[in-house]
Nanobody, 119 residues
């Protein structure tokens, strides 16, 4: 059973940086896509970025392009989300998720980590 554990959230000021980590276990992730999502209070969960574990192809939502970078460390089975130039509108609970390449939906989710950006 796939387990995902996020860490690295916190309270920062606008313009600061944070790096989120997602430690993955319980599977062989070669054929997986790993994603980051976020959910702000009163809003629907929003896709942020994803990375294909094999090959490292990435994709970002427009609002974070140029500011956020998703990466993975194969040896540590960990996916990262480097967030720079943070804005108050980035405030949300950030979730790590996993799906296989052929799946249409993410089936495995972490518990989430809170990111709060003050103005």
């Amino acid at each position: 059973q796939v387990q995902l554990v996020e860490s690295g959230g916190g309270l920062v000021q606008a313009g600061d940086s944070l790096r989120l980590s997602c430690a993955a276990s319980g599977g062989t992730f070669t054929n997986y896509v790993m994603g980051w999502f976020r959910q702000a209070p009163g809003k629907e969960r929003q896709f942020v970025a994803h990375i294909r574990w094999s090959g490292g192809m990435t994709y970002y939502t427009d609002s974070v392009k140029g500011r956020f970078t998703i990466s993975r460390d194969n040896a540590k089975n960990t996916v990262y989300l480097q967030m720079n130039s943070l804005k108050p509108e980035d405030t949300a609970v950030y979730y790590c998720a996993a799906r296989t390449l052929i799946a249409s939906e993410y089936n495995d989710w972490g518990q989430g980590t809170q990111v709060t950006v003050s103005s």
